[in-house]
């Protein structure tokens, strides 16, 4: 008889399924030359802030809209997010723009708040919360997962099969950088996680310039590789005035500054394309 060995092919794996996935997140479509761009603060802080945010976003040409409600910060000191108060103005700025909303759920008892929000993000520190990755598997939305910040593609891939394996196709996989010995930047931007986890898998896959450097001045060239390298798309923090911002201010474009380095993403995605 012949041996069965336990899942010898993988969900996530191309052996298993040659083409590029396509997740569908609203309107947008991103995989298979749908190139997506979320913008958006780190933290949701007020009406004012998100709505602002929302509109000049949109009008520079993101697609999507991003803004942490529950935040996992370092510190318990740290501001941890309006909460269930932030979904809802998410779920205004969705009214307001039309815009599809990426926000991190951090615990599996949120999933109702969440009902609304299109693209439910599981953050870097969660990559490997098993429990969360099997009841978001549970749901049919589009889940974003961000890489661990020692993980490697292996194990990325495995969380990734965690939602795959409890019955959801829609999961996007997101490079945000790693932990290395450099300190000058955040974390160090694993280029090369592009490609490779391209060639390993048929979901798709997006960079975080943002967290993976840590600073607003090295973003745009960031963005730029990973799009070069085959990215099918970027998620980018934005913050009208970055100095105040409650998290994440010192890596946060502004408005004018995400509009500029929009008109490069498309020249670039259209040199591709040629
Ligand atoms: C975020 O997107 O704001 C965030 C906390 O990201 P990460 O999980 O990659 O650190
Ligand atoms: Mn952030």
């Known amino acids: 008889m012949e041996e069965i060995r336990y899942k010898e092919k993988m969900l996530y794996s191309r052996e298993l399924h040659p083409d590029d996935t396509i997740v569908q997140a609203g309107e947008v479509s991103i995989g298979r030359g749908g190139f997506a761009v979320i913008a958006g603060p780190c ?3 007020s009406e004012s802030q998100i709505m602002g945010i929302a509109e000049a976003v949109k009008e520079a040409g ?4 991003r803004g942490g409600a529950y935040k996992p910060r370092t510190s318990p000191y740290d501001f941890q997010g309006l909460e269930a108060e932030g979904i809802k103005l998410l779920l205004k700025a969705k009214q307001e723009t039309g815009l599809p909303i990426v926000s991190e759920i951090m615990d599996a008892g949120n999933l109702d708040l969440f009902e609304d929000i299109d693209v439910l993000q599981i953050g870097a520190r969660n990559m490997q919360n098993f429990a969360l990755l099997k009841a978001v598997g549970q749901t049919d939305k589009p889940v974003l997962i961000k890489r661990g910040i020692s993980a490697t593609y292996q194990e990325f891939l495995t969380a990734a099969e965690y939602v795959l394996s409890e019955g959801n196709p829609n ?6 950088g790693i932990r290395t010995f450099e300190t000058y930047t955040r974390s160090t931007m694993d280029i090369a996680a592009v490609p490779v986890l391209k060639r390993l898998s048929h979901l798709p896959v997006l960079a975080d310039p943002s967290h993976a450097c840590g600073r607003s001045e ?3 060239s960031l963005a730029l590789a990973a799009t070069a390298a085959g990215a099918d798309g970027l998620m980018i923090e934005v913050h009208s005035d970055p100095k105040l911002a409650l998290s994440d201010g010192r890596q946060s474009l502004t408005p004018q500054q995400f509009a500029e380095l929009m008109k490069k993403i498309r020249a670039l995605t259209g040199a591709l394309n040629a």
């Open 218 to 220: 090295l973003v745009g």
């Open 62 to 65: 993101a697609d999507m809209l």
């Open 43 to 45: 933290s949701v802080e």
């Open 171 to 176: 999961v996007i996989l997101c490079e945000r």
